[in-house]
């Protein structure tokens, strides 16, 4: 028998969490096109889905993974042709690796930086570990400023600064070249997040191992396989060995191990949709830069961000027309009207085009 009464929770739970929300993920209404979340559009066409139902059906569902044990990550390595002198840590999702680095860095009076607007997760875990986060603004056309960021690394010494490379929301990749001298000013560590590296022109995955404070992560989510909840950082033994004490043990699943192999075994299919999906990227950004009404931005990513007369507004025509898009216009000053598109299917991306293009050309 208890004698004691449970105190009420606002006196348990830390009072900055009680304040806080959950992650908004959206409800997709019945028969609408998913453009949110930069998923891919593609499914396993119906023999690899066999072949894969074959493979889950014998994995070995009864153990824990042993992720040190298994070849998932030398096979990883060699898809990807992640430089041999660096090591690799895996996480359920590349949000999981993100809040975990966080944690690793997150001493008393520990900073963390990020070039604002962003993935929202960095503030986030920073804010979650007691961090303070440096927010360094980028220029309004949404580019870099260089010298902005460089000033900020020396003021605040961050121990912590994620760029995402191409970034999310706004698909603008950074020149290397900048890149290159924040991670040679930081006093930190840096990760570039490479969740869209595979629809970008440029990568750091081959410095990975070579840069002493360099972390790089990747991600299957936008290739294919959201659902597998599989990320991965690159970086040096040091810096891994360090996160894989933190890492909870059994943070992947022999499911999600089975089918992230199998999708390794078929690269050529992964790449072939991204080819199409780059192609498709370019052909809507050329359309929508014809439509007198709004403002697209250049992207590197698997979507494009555009600025509207009302993002309310377009929001809800696309999603009349059955297209779940993304509202940006909360998420950041600059981000004002803005809405974000996931690029789909060649016969889908042509109706949402016009759809726009009749509502604002
Ligand atoms: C820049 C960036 N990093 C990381 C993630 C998280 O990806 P996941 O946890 O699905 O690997 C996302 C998801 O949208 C993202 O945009």
New binding site residues.
Partial sequence: MRTLMMKPLTDLIRPDILRSSAYHVANVPQNCVKLD??ESPYDFPPDMQSKLGNRLMNAPIRLYPNIAADDFIPKLKAAFHIPDTASVAVGN????L?QFITLLLAKPNAKVLAIEPT?V?YRRNAELFGMQYVSVACNDDLTLDLQRVLDAISEHQPDLIFI?YPN?PTGTRYPRDAVQQIIQAACGIVVI?E??GAFSSDSFLSKAGEIDNLLV?R?F?KIGF?GL?I?YVSGSLKIINELNKILPPYNMNQLGLTAAKFALENLDWINHNINILKMEREIAFAKLEDIKGIKVYPSEANFLTICTPNAQECFNLLLQNGFLIKNLSAAHPLLKNCVRITIGKPEDNAKWLSVLQKAYG
Avoid: K, P, V, W
Avoid at 93 to 96: A, F, P, V
């Fill in positions: 979340a930069m999702g590349s949000d999981e993100i993935f997760m995402a999310n997040d969740a869209y992560l991600t989510s959201a909840r990320g």
